[in-house]
T-cell receptor, first 113, second 111 residues
Framework: AQSVTQLGSHVSVSEGALVLLRCNYSSSVPPYLFWYVQYPNQGLQLLLK??????LVKGINGFEAEFKKSETSFHLTKPSAHMSDAAEYFC???????????FGAGTRLFVKA | EPEVTQTPSHQVTQMGQEVILRCVPI?????FYWYRQILGQKVEFLVSFYNNEISEKSEIFDDQFSVERPDGSNFTLKIRSTKLEDSAMYFCASSGQSEQFFGPGTRLTVL
């Protein structure tokens, strides 16, 4: 069975600082991995995805993530946080057939001025 | 760019009433899904649907829930007798041969 663990339910960074949101996955088959962002009272916006091509994936809004099979990790980073990055971030995994997506519990990112 | 759409964006209902949430998947997709997100919690898989039948469902998806593809474009989630704990955001998704695309969600409030 697939699962996702997000370390840290809350992360707080200063504006301009590095953002690092951690995600570890468990999957019996090569997974597809995703990061979604959710702003208050809104839907899910896909930030980036890994679907077995390049291990370093670049997404929207300056975010990127690296797939590390040996560590079963898919951490999300951004070199310089902006106030508008404050939101909930969900890591998710699915099998390559995409029959269902399993979401992590989410990490709420706070950005301090 | 094609997208998944959902209606209504917000539905308010009384406990015990039936509700139908509607979704229009991306037109050439064959797999359809419903997910639920209770306020402040993670997104949870409810059900997947392929070839006019349920392919997988979670333990949340009990007899109160049903899904249907009544025509060539819509995909619906019906809750027969709503409970207070059904209040949540419901997301529809569809997929072809790879990843899923999510709709904007319907916020269901049960009073």
């Amino acid at each position: 069975a697939q699962s996702v663990t997000q370390l840290g339910s809350h992360v707080s960074v200063s504006e301009g600082a590095l953002v690092l949101l951690r995600c570890n996955y468990s999957s019996s088959v090569p997974p597809y991995l995703f990061w979604y962002v959710q702003y208050p009272n809104q839907g899910l916006q896909l930030l980036l995805k890994y679907t077995s091509a390049a291990t370093l994936v670049k997404g929207i809004n300056g975010f990127e993530a690296e797939f590390k099979k040996s560590e079963t990790s898919f951490h999300l980073t951004k070199p310089s946080a902006h106030m508008s990055d404050a939101a909930e971030y969900f890591c998710a995994v699915s099998d390559p057939g995409g029959f269902k997506t399993i979401f992590g519990a989410g990490t709420r990112l706070f950005v301090k001025a | 760019e094609p997208e998944v759409t959902q209606t209504p964006s917000h539905q308010v209902t009384q406990m015990g009433q039936e509700v139908i949430l509607r979704c229009v998947p991306i037109s050439n997709h064959l797999y359809f899904y419903w997910y639920r997100q209770i306020l402040g919690q993670k997104v949870e898989f409810l059900v997947s649907f392929y070839n006019n039948e349920i392919s997988e469902k979670s333990e949340i998806f009990d007899d109160q829930f049903s899904v249907e593809r009544p025509d060539g474009s819509n995909f619906t989630l019906k809750i027969r007798s709503t409970k207070l704990e059904d209040s949540a955001m419901y997301f529809c998704a569809s997929s072809g041969q790879s990843e899923q695309f999510f709709g904007p969600g319907t916020r269901l409030t049960v009073l």
